[in-house]
């Protein structure tokens, strides 16, 4: 069969797996976000949270994105290499030019430090004429070359929420306990047996980076690592993505054929 035949027939039994499977995502979650050739991460204590997206960017930065729907607050990391040699004052550089430069009409704004991080925080009192209240927090740090970015918001801001912006920031922590592409699958797949697909998806794509830059797999694990996480894609809705990892695992062997053609999930054992 061709490579557009195998993916062809994946997708059929992708559609089929989210109407059976619809509602099993949106579990609390705790952060951990790394580039694939660091053997360190960033770390965010996320309750109440659910993940709404992890991926790598075309420039190579890996973003999360996580939202707590009982309190409306958003966050998102970015992790971005940077050239060696670039000072940590830059952060704090960069922080004064944001909010020189706003996209929005903008108040209140402060800056401070949370641990080796620099923040720098304001509101939007209103979008295109509407009262939105918006509070927005921005920490910043460089380490190991790499700039480290989170963002928060919250509409309807009152001075009640602060612990919850504060409580986020002063969470966030460099966790420099090495993870291989194989502890991330075992972490994926805890995950994935409970059927939190939308949370496996982050140690899952996390692996497969890491196994594109340095591989380590042997080639059961790399197959049960694209067939999980392409299934993890396609349940959650994301259908490009989940066309991209097989299409990835077709590209680098032509022998490899997902296994969610016949309905079977394999895991690590």
Request: some cysteine; proline content about 5%; charged content about 20%.
């Amino acid at each position: 069969m061709t490579t557009s035949g195998r993916l062809v027939a994946v997708l059929p039994v992708l559609v089929l797996l989210l109407g059976d499977l619809a509602g099993q995502q949106g579990k609390p979650v705790q952060g951990r976000l790394s580039l694939p050739n660091k053997d360190w991460g960033i770390f965010l204590q996320l309750p109440g949270f659910t993940v709404k997206a992890v991926e790598t960017k075309p420039n190579g930065s890996r973003y999360l994105l996580a939202q707590n729907d009982a309190t409306g607050v958003s966050v998102s990391l970015t992790l971005e290499a940077v050239a060696p040699g670039t000072h940590a004052a830059s952060c704090a550089e960069s922080l004064q030019q944001r909010a020189k430069n706003p996209q929005f009409k903008v108040k209140d704004i402060g800056f401070s430090k949370s641990g080796d991080a620099d923040v720098m925080e304001y509101t939007i009192p209103q979008f295109q004429g509407v009262p939105v209240n918006q509070r927005n927090l921005f920490a910043c740090e460089f380490y190991d070359n790499t700039y480290i970015d989170l963002h928060l918001s919250k509409v309807k801001y009152n001075a009640a929420d602060e612990a919850l912006l504060n409580g986020v920031v002063s969470s966030m922590r460099i966790d420099t306990a090495q993870k291989s592409s194989t502890s991330l699958m075992e972490e994926g797949s805890r995950l994935f047996l409970k059927g939190d697909y939308k949370g496996a998806i982050g140690p899952y794509s996390q692996a497969l980076e890491m196994e594109k830059a340095n591989p380590k797999l042997g080639k059961p694990l790399w197959y049960v690592l694209i067939d999980n996480l392409g299934i993890s894609y396609g349940i959650t809705g994301d259908l490009s993505k989940a066309l991209a990892t097989l299409q990835y695992g077709v590209s680098k062997d032509s022998t490899y054929r997902c296994s969610i053609t016949t309905r079977r999930v394999r895991t690590p054992r």
